[in-house]
C-alpha cells in the first residue's frame, strides 16, 4: 500500500470546519483513499472513502485533488465528540485486504 | 446490529499463562481480521480470514500466536504461552467483500499479561 503523510496534531474549535489534509504522492491508479477515526479507547471506525471524486456523507466531506497526491478531510461543525484520532489509509479495494494504520492526526476539538 | 463482539474486554492475567480472546463478526461478513494496539506499535495487522480461511498471517508476531475461525460467526486469537509485552488491545474488525471494503471493528479487549 502507498504510504500516507498527516500532521501528528490539529486543534480546531468546536462548531467550526476541521479540515485534516493528507499527502499520498505515491498512490496507485487503482488505490482508494480511506478516512477512519479512533476515539478514545474504541475500536476505529469508518468515515469515508473515494477513488478520485469528491465524496460526501452524513459525517464528513473527502476532498481528493486532481492528481490524486493529497486528500482532505471536512468535518463540517466539528463538536468536542469529534476528538479523535484520524487515519488516512490508501489501499486497494481488492478482496479481503487489509487497512495499513499509520500514527493519524490527533484531532482536538476545543469548546 | 450488535455489531461485531469480543470477548472478555478487560483480561488480567500471568506470564506464562494462555491467554484466549474471541470475536464474533457482523453477521453476513465474510471476512476478519485481528489487530493489535499498543502505544509503541500503533495499530498493527495479526492475520485475516476470508470464507474462515487464513489469507494473510505474517503479521503474527511468534509461534505463541495462534488464531482459528471454525465457522462464519467465530473466531479466536489464543496466546501460549503469554509474556507481559503481549499487553496491549487487541481489536477484531470484520468486513463484506464488495462493499468497499468497509472495515467494522469490535470494542477491543484489553491485555495485561504481569
Known amino acids: 500500500d502507498a504510504k500516507t503523510t498527516q500532521p501528528p496534531s490539529m486543534d480546531c474549535a468546536e462548531g467550526r470546519a476541521a479540515n485534516l489534509p493528507c499527502n499520498h504522492s505515491?498512490?496507485?491508479?487503482?488505490?482508494?483513499v480511506y478516512w477512519y477515526r479512533q476515539i478514545h479507547s474504541q475500536g476505529p471506525q469508518y468515515i469515508i472513502h473515494?477513488?478520485?471524486n469528491n465524496e460526501t456523507n452524513e459525517m464528513a466531506s473527502l476532498i481528493i485533488t486532481e492528481d490524486r497526491k493529497s486528500s482532505t478531510l471536512i468535518l463540517p461543525h466539528a463538536t468536542l465528540r469529534d476528538t479523535a484520532v484520524y487515519y488516512c489509509i490508501v489501499r486497494v479495494e481488492a478482496y479481503g485486504q487489509n487497512f495499513v494504520f499509520g500514527p493519524g492526526t490527533r484531532l482536538s476539538v476545543l469548546p | 446490529d450488535a455489531g461485531v463482539i469480543q470477548s472478555p474486554r478487560h483480561e488480567v492475567t500471568e506470564m506464562g499463562q494462555e491467554v484466549t480472546l474471541r470475536c464474533k463478526p457482523i453477521?453476513?461478513?465474510?471476512?476478519l481480521f485481528w489487530y493489535r494496539q499498543t502505544m509503541m506499535r500503533g495499530l498493527e495487522l495479526l492475520i485475516y480470514f476470508n470464507n474462515n480461511v487464513p489469507i494473510d498471517d505474517s503479521g503474527m508476531p511468534e509461534d505463541r500466536f495462534s488464531a482459528k475461525m471454525p465457522n462464519a460467526s467465530f473466531s479466536t486469537l489464543k496466546i501460549q504461552p503469554s509474556e507481559p509485552r503481549d499487553s496491549a488491545v487487541y481489536f477484531c474488525a470484520s468486513s463484506l467483500s464488495g462493499r468497499g471494503g468497509e472495515q467494522f471493528f469490535g470494542p477491543g479487549t484489553r491485555l495485561t499479561v504481569l
Open positions: 505515491t498512490i496507485s491508479g487503482n488505490e482508494y
Open positions: 473515494g477513488l478520485k
Open positions: 453477521s453476513g461478513h465474510n471476512s
